[in-house]
């Protein structure tokens, strides 16, 4: 168990600055992701924490000592790629028992300590197995408990579901949050996926451009995004241009009173009104509630349905489970306003 800290990392590739002061604080036994898109800088930060590449500044930290200068090998920091890399002429236990060689374990001490891993990833009885016999899932497990074999103070997950298919991705990720939590072991997880994300963390940092735009509980990151970039990672939003006067959002389409929204900052004259989806509900034309609206698109998803609707020529999107509405259809469009977020304009 370790408290990482990171203070003002930098790193450029050629001329580019991938990472731009990253500062994280990560308390002992957490699990953080670090979520964004493709390019912003998740894989290098985990590459600098396991010591694999070097910060051009800034300071890694665990409980409190620097590690920036500790090799790869000492620092007990141990990272899962994606694409497993175990030793393919070796067996499930050789490639478990591979670390502990390297560390001069006697021979004794490793078999007990690879019985106990193969344990707790749950796979007795494929000791004699090569990597090619095994699905993606176990190759998995195998990963991870090579890289738990070392005792690490902090284990680092480079996109390590991504490559399973969904019902195994669920598997491992249940796998991997009960392991975590059962070790205490401080988690770092670098994903792109959203869910996956606020599922597995204590914290999430989201990460673009090489910066980390807000750090904070699953929850609030959801619920309370303080930019709009960030409000954007978790899903496609609704945005109405307005004003705020009195406790109501008003606009040219569409007026809403604002008393049950916590987040109101009153006289703001030139807002972007953030709608989740969820919040815009569709009922039968025959009930009262809300106002006039007409179907124009509609995406079957299963658990869920996908709606555009246009109400006064504005197009809201709408996602709402159990509904059977067709294009075209007329209905009355209620928003809710407890979870809507005024960002000012520019944010
Ligand atoms: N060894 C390298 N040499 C030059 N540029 C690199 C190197 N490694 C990464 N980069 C660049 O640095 C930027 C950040 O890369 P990084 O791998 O950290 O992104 P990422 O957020 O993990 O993306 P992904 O989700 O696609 O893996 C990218 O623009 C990438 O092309």
Redesign the pocket.
Known sequence: MSHVKLINLTKR??K?E?LKNINLDIKEGEIVSLL?P????????LKIIAGILEPDGGNILFDEKSVNSIPTGKRDASIVFQEYLLFPHMNVFENIEFGLKMKKVNKKDRKIKVEELIDLVKLSGFENKYPSELSGGQQQRVAIARTLAINPKVLLLD?PFSNLDINLRNEMREFVLNLQKKLKITTIL?T?DKEEALMMSDKIAV?LNGEIKQFDTPKNLYEKPKTKCVANIFGERNYIRGKIRDNKFISDFIDLDLSYCELLIEGMNNVELMIPQESIKLHSIETEEGTKGKIIKRKYAGEKTYYHVDINELELKSSVANSNFTEGEIVRVEIQTDKVIPFKLND
């Open positions: 590739f050629d580019v991938v964004g493709s390019g912003c800088g998740k894989s290098t930060t996109e670098v792109h990460m």
